[in-house]
């Protein structure tokens, strides 16, 4: 568990010892993982509305030189830093036209670093160039498929396929790279998705879903089958000890807390996966990130989950 300032809502990992946590209102702080040294943070972008700065940041990636992309839902724009945190370009605006968006969410890089955009409000996709020029749109409002009501996080795994938060509809969709519905994935059988916002696909195609309103992370085979949920399982880290330790207040505080419960999630916002099968989550209820290892080892299908037995069919 890694305690950042609070609301965080995403990450961008730069690399095994450090990352990119974005905070709802705070901006972008540079989290080291590295617990023998102190926990780095160096602040990127303030509040407001010029540039370099943010009112509600919501998706943060990095490109392959490290520049950071930050997406602005309430100024409708991308904002562009170097690694070092330096204030370079910014782009996109308001409207319904193609290549504007109403309330930007997520981002997403694909393999030619295009980025996909959920253009939340206007209830699409957009793809974009990393500059901002349009390229392709798809959806409109609605619950069919490749319909969206309010999509919010978005992900291009490593094969090019699109998977979107469609958050208002609780479910998420995979499409082709070109916008052509795969499937979509409603949750469990014992526990359907409310409010996902966020999504990631690991090198084995495992597909993890934030669902916030559950406050969980859900896990699905590549073919959409459900194999198991994370409700949280936090442990202190050295330097959270040492600060405990250190802070009487604090640690009294603590033991007259119900412990079960504070490491629980409490509305996950998104969920990341990096090369290492490490996967991260902003804790946004309780202003941490929580880091897992994935151990992974073949399953049979009867092992994952029985088949359904009315399964949905679609034509295009």
Not at 143 to 148: I, L, R, S, V, Y
Not at 181 to 191: A, D, Q, R, W, Y
């Given at each position: 568990?890694?305690?950042?300032?609070?609301?965080?809502?995403?990450?961008?990992?730069?690399?095994?010892?450090?990352?990119?946590?974005?905070?709802?209102?705070?901006?972008?702080?540079?989290?080291?993982?590295?617990?023998?040294?102190?926990?780095?943070?160096?602040?990127?972008?303030?509040?407001?509305?010029?540039?370099?700065?943010?009112?509600?940041?919501?998706?943060?990636?990095?490109?392959?030189?490290?520049?950071?992309?930050?997406?602005?839902?309430?100024?409708?724009?991308?904002?562009?830093?170097?690694?070092?945190?330096?204030?370079?370009?910014?782009?996109?605006?308001?409207?319904?036209?193609?290549?504007?968006?109403?309330?930007?969410?997520?981002?997403?890089?694909?393999?030619?670093?295009?980025?996909?955009?959920?253009?939340?409000?206007?209830?699409?996709?957009?793809?974009?160039?990393?500059?901002?020029?349009?390229?392709?749109?798809?959806?409109?409002?609605?619950a069919g498929p490749?319909?969206?009501?309010?999509?919010?996080?978005?992900?291009?795994?490593?094969?090019?396929?699109?998977?979107?938060?469609?958050?208002?509809?609780?479910?998420?969709?995979?499409?082709?790279?070109?916008?052509?519905?795969?499937?979509?994935?409603?949750?469990?059988p014992k526990n359907?998705?409310?409010?996902?916002?966020?999504?990631?696909?690991?090198?084995?195609?495992?597909?993890?879903?934030?669902?916030?309103?559950?406050?969980?992370?859900?896990?699905?085979?590549?073919?959409?089958?459900?194999?198991?949920?994370?409700?949280?399982?936090?442990?202190?880290?050295?330097?959270?000890?040492?600060?405990?330790?250190?802070?009487?207040?604090?640690?009294?505080?603590?033991?007259?807390?119900?412990?079960?419960?504070?490491?629980?999630?409490?509305?996950?916002?998104?969920?990341?996966?990096?090369?290492?099968?490490?996967?991260?989550?902003?804790?946004?209820?309780?202003?941490?990130?929580?880091?897992?290892?994935?151990?992974?080892?073949?399953?049979?299908?009867?092992?994952?989950?029985?088949?359904?037995?009315?399964?949905?069919?679609?034509?295009?």
């Amino acid at each position: 568990m890694i305690r950042t300032t609070p609301s965080p809502v995403d990450i961008a990992v730069l690399d095994r010892n450090n990352l990119f946590v974005l905070c709802r209102g705070r901006g972008v702080i540079l989290n080291s993982l590295d617990d023998d040294y102190p926990l780095r943070r160096s602040p990127v972008g303030e509040n407001g509305d010029g540039d370099g700065q943010f009112v509600w940041p919501t998706t943060v990636i990095l490109d392959q030189d490290q520049n950071l992309y930050v997406s602005d839902e309430a100024l409708n724009r991308v904002t562009i830093f170097d690694r070092e945190g330096k204030f370079k370009s910014k782009w996109g605006s308001q409207g319904t036209e193609e290549g504007k968006f109403n309330r930007l969410s997520g981002i997403a890089f694909d393999g030619e670093e295009n980025i996909y955009t959920t253009d939340s409000m206007n209830h699409r996709v957009q793809k974009v160039t990393k500059n901002g020029v349009f390229i392709a749109k798809w959806g409109e409002f609605g619950a069919g498929p490749g319909q969206f009501n309010m999509p919010w996080g978005i992900h291009v795994d490593y094969w090019g396929y699109v998977y979107v938060a469609d958050w208002r509809n609780s479910r998420i969709q995979k499409f082709t790279p070109s916008g052509e519905f795969v499937f979509e994935l409603t949750g469990s059988p014992k526990n359907k998705f409310k409010r996902p916002s966020g999504v990631a696909v690991d090198r084995h195609g495992d597909i993890y879903v934030a669902d916030r309103e559950n406050h969980c992370i859900q896990l699905f085979n590549k073919e959409g089958r459900y194999v198991e949920k994370f409700v949280g399982d936090a442990t202190i880290s050295k330097s959270g000890r040492t600060y405990l330790m250190s802070n009487p207040g604090p640690l009294r505080q603590r033991e007259s807390t119900d412990l079960e419960i504070q490491k629980r999630f409490r509305g996950p916002v998104s969920v990341r996966v990096d090369d290492n099968y490490n996967m991260y989550v902003p804790d946004y209820g309780s202003s941490r990130v929580q880091v897992y290892k994935k151990e992974a080892y073949p399953l049979s299908p009867e092992q994952i989950a029985p088949p359904q037995r009315s399964p949905r069919l679609y034509t295009m």
